[in-house]
Each structure stands twice: as structure tokens, then as C-alpha cells.
């Protein structure tokens, strides 16, 4: 395995984007982070887009291609992948971005994650998110993220002692 940088960043702002698309903010972020890593749209050799919820909420599933396309790099003849891990699909893009030039096989890729959210109810937006959880035997007996989520800090706070006030302290110190 050989050594990997990230030799450029980008992001859009966040909020309620309701003028902006998926592929809008996708490749505002993607632009941003080319421009600053200083190299061209042809230098890229792949894109691994992180994306849990566009097939349900924007109804596009085929998220990486169509943003490559956007963005004017299908000719560039580079693979362009979605990768799907829940609220974690953006790390998990930069895992597989990071194995695909730790092994050689690219030596630069442009590795992002992208959701829109705000755009549908709330009730469906609540059903796209349970569909990261296991239909079957969670979200049909009526687990929610919310609860579950609840019951994991229970568990936490069961087994190592944290205090509600520790708790309260992850969102203060993540906004």
C-alpha cells in the first residue's frame, strides 16, 4: 500500500439549499475542491460519490454517474461510483477513494458525499431514513432512528456510566 493526501478540499454551505439541487451542491463542492487541490477536471480518474437517501427523496439512484456527467467529466472515460452506508455514506466514500489510490489502481479521485433533504415532507423524509434501518425486524415493530439512536445512549450510558449532561455536550460542541 502505498501513501495517500488529500491534496484539496471544497464544501458547500450548509442549510435548507431550497433554489439548489442535489447536483448543484454536489459539484459547487467538487468544483471547490479541485480548484483547491490546483489540478484540472482531466486529472481525475474516478469520483465516489457518498449518497444514502437520493433514490427515495429526489428519485435518482444512479447518483455518481449523473454527477459526473453534471459536472462535464464523462468524457474524461473515469469510473464514477455511488457508495451507500447510511448517515455514514460520505466517510465511506473517502474509505474507498483512500483504498482505491492506496492501492494503485487511481492516483487521483475526487471522493464527496452529498444528501437533500428538505425538499420532501417530513413523514417521508422520516421513511427514507428508516430504510437505513432493517425493515424487518426494527423499523415494522416501529423503531425509528430517534429511538433507536435513544436506545443506544440507554445502553452507553448503562454500561460506562455517562450522564445526561455528558451526553448533552456531543451536540453543543458538533454545532
Known sequence: MREVAII?????????????SLRDLAVEAGLKAVEDAGISGKDIQAIFGGNMSAGTV???????????DFAGLIGNDLAAMRVESACASGGAALHTGYMAVASGMYDIVLVGGVEKMTDVSSESMTDALASAADREWEVFFGATFPSL?????????????????QLAMIPVQCH
Do not use: F, N, P, S
Not at 8 to 13: A, D, E, I, L, S
Not at 59 to 67: F, R
Not at 151 to 163: K, L, P, V
Open 8 to 20: 484539496g478540499v471544497g464544501q458547500t454551505k450548509y442549510g435548507e439549499h431550497w433554489t439548489k
Open 149 to 165: 439512536g435513544a436506545m443506544m445512549a440507554r445502553r452507553h450510558m448503562h454500561q460506562y456510566g455517562t450522564t445526561r449532561e
Open 58 to 68: 429526489v428519485g435518482q439512484d444512479h447518483v455518481a454517474a449523473i454527477l459526473a
